[in-house]
């Protein structure tokens, strides 16, 4: 598909491009923000899984380009009251490099490295460093857009996200402050229920949201868990001890999830609520490209192609294979 196709058929990424984000992610997060205003009061974020960036591009000169900085960086800082230690900080993980953003720290690294979350002492020296980045003090928030590589299998994939879900969990419970919001990229499926059930272990108020810049044809939702109140004595060691008792006929008394759990008194709505302004763009629909002065319509590149995608490596093999079978063709051509 041509990238003037791609513009027709996917208003969010053209707008994305126009306006300068690297992702056509921002508009899920903004639209998310406009229902749960869940930049209130927020200094410190961990942005996991966050390449290419669009989540926490920071903006130098043009203030109206970014999320995460301009909610939160530009505010502090042109406060008059504000020192330089009051400006919030951001901190990025993703397996991918990212190219640099202003202000935000960018740690390259698999989140699921510290899944085994029992064995703490093997936790991932990112986190440790991503404590460290704010001067031992707590983030306010923590965000995952984290999605792995789609196999079109939905059980697979809704399982395999889950588990960049319950990695991020697991950052959460040492690096997010009690009261503190999580918001995270989920896909739904048969064991949403589930994770539902995991999430309120932590989160007294957990919603599911589905902002309109994500295509309904689309599994993907976000969970978006807000006060964290770890239950007490949680350690956080036992996370996965605590997380397989949900589910389990010896789950949490409160919540249970087991078999039964969605009859009678048990029965549990999980709340989903969709995002943005209704009136809006919609993703799903095609939308006629704005024609320039001559009639014709200019395609714009993308703000900040990836700078080493997983990709790169077979497009590389591609490339060395067709040279090879054109090597090979010429050699019998000419024998
Ligand atoms: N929020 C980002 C933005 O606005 O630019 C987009 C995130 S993109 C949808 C999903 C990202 O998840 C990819 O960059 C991918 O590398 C990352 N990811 C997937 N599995 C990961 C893992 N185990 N650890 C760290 N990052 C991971």
Request: aromatic fraction near 8%; include cysteine; proline fraction near 7%.
């Amino acid at each position: 598909m041509g990238k003037a196709s791609r513009d027709k058929r996917d208003i969010y990424y053209r707008k994305a491009k126009e306006e300068g984000w690297r992702a056509r992610s921002a508009f899920k997060l903004l639209q998310i923000d406009e229902e749960f205003n869940i930049f209130e009061g927020v200094k410190r974020v961990v942005d996991l899984c966050a390449a290419p960036g669009s989540w926490s591009q920071f903006v130098t000169r043009v203030p109206h380009l970014q999320v995460l900085s301009r909610k939160l960086y530009l505010p502090a800082k042109l406060s008059p009251d504000s020192s330089d230690n009051d400006l919030p900080l951001i901190v990025a993980i993703d397996l991918q490099p990212m190219a640099p953003i202003e202000g935000v720290i960018q740690v390259q690294g698999d989140i699921t490295n510290a899944r085994t979350a029992e064995v703490i002492a093997d936790y991932s020296n990112d986190l440790l460093q991503v404590i460290r980045h704010f001067d031992g003090c707590k983030a306010d928030l923590v965000v995952c857009d984290g999605a792995p590589d789609v196999t079109g299998l939905h059980d697979m994939d809704e399982f395999v996200q889950s588990q960049l879900i319950l990695a991020g969990l697991t950052i959460v419970t040492h690096v997010l402050r009690e009261g503190g919001k999580f918001i995270a990229k989920i896909f739904r499926g048969k064991d949403t229920n589930l994770l539902y059930c995991q999430l309120k272990l932590f989160f007294p108020v957990v919603t599911f949201a589905k902002p309109k810049s994500s295509r309904n044809s689309s599994i993907e939702a976000f969970a978006v868990c807000e006060n964290y109140s770890p239950p007490e004595g949680f350690n956080p060691k036992d996370l996965y001890r605590l997380l397989e008792k949900v589910g389990s006929p010896f789950g949490a008394d409160d919540l249970d999830c087991s078999s039964g759990w969605l009859e009678g008194v048990n029965k549990v709505y999980i709340p989903f609520l969709a995002c943005g302004d209704l009136s809006g763009y919609h993703s799903d629909r095609s939308y006629p490209l704005p024609k320039v002065a001559d009639g014709t319509y200019q395609s714009l590149d993308p703000v900040q192609p990836p700078i080493a995608p997983p990709y790169k490596r077979a497009l590389e093999m591609k490339k060395a294979s067709s040279r090879g079978i054109k090597e090979l063709e010429k050699l019998s051509l000419d024998s």
